[in-house]
Nanobody, 120 residues
């Protein structure tokens, strides 16, 4: 059973930092790529960043410079380091993973989300 569990969210003041984690089970090696998305109150879910199985990152244009996506395959964990946080970064952050199964196609997995609140 594939499971993605996010952690690390919380309340932080503007200018502060947080590191989000996404623990993948049974193993991170199932996934061809992983990503962080976020959904702010009253808004649609948006892409923050993606990372390939080889570790290549890609960032949404508005996220470049302050956010860093990474993964530690030995720990089955993906991370999102967020610096210089702004109130506009307040959202629920979701972990996403793509799995391709031979003969079945692509499966899209989501975590339950972790809430980040940035106070001004």
């Amino acid at each position: 059973q594939v499971q993605l569990v996010e952690s690390g969210g919380g309340l932080v003041q503007a200018g502060g930092s947080l590191r989000l984690s996404c623990l993948a089970s049974p193993t991170i090696y199932l996934f061809t790529s992983m990503a962080w998305y976020r959904q702010a109150p009253g808004k649609e879910r948006e892409l923050v960043a993606t990372i390939s199985s080889g570790g290549s990152p890609h960032y949404a244009d508005s996220m470049k410079g302050r956010f860093t996506i990474s993964r530690d395959d030995a720990k089955n964990t993906m991370y999102l380091q967020m610096n210089s946080l702004k109130p506009a970064d307040t959202a629920v952050y979701y972990c996403n993973a793509d799995q391709y199964v031979l003969g079945s196609g692509k499966y899209d997995h989501w975590g339950q989300g972790t809430r980040v609140t940035v106070s001004s």
